[in-house]
């Protein structure tokens, strides 16, 4: 399965949203680089996923 991490999205009453894009452009990158499993708690669904770098979209 494939999917598609936006790194722009944001929810909109984030009080801090440009340093939220810093935050998660620096956990994906290092998820990326160390090969790491997120986990989603909340998601019926998808449990977890790893990452791979993709072409931009």
Known sequence: M???IVLSY???Y???PLETLTE???VLE????NN????FEHDLTIEC???ERG???
């Open 14 to 16: 984030d009080m801090r």
């Open 30 to 33: 290092k998820a990326v680089e």
């Open 2 to 4: 494939l999917l598609l």
């Open 24 to 26: 998660k452009q620096a």
């Open 49 to 51: 996923i790893s990452l």
């Open 10 to 12: 944001v929810i909109g």
């Open 55 to 57: 072409e931009k979209v």
């Open 36 to 39: 790491c499993l997120l986990f």
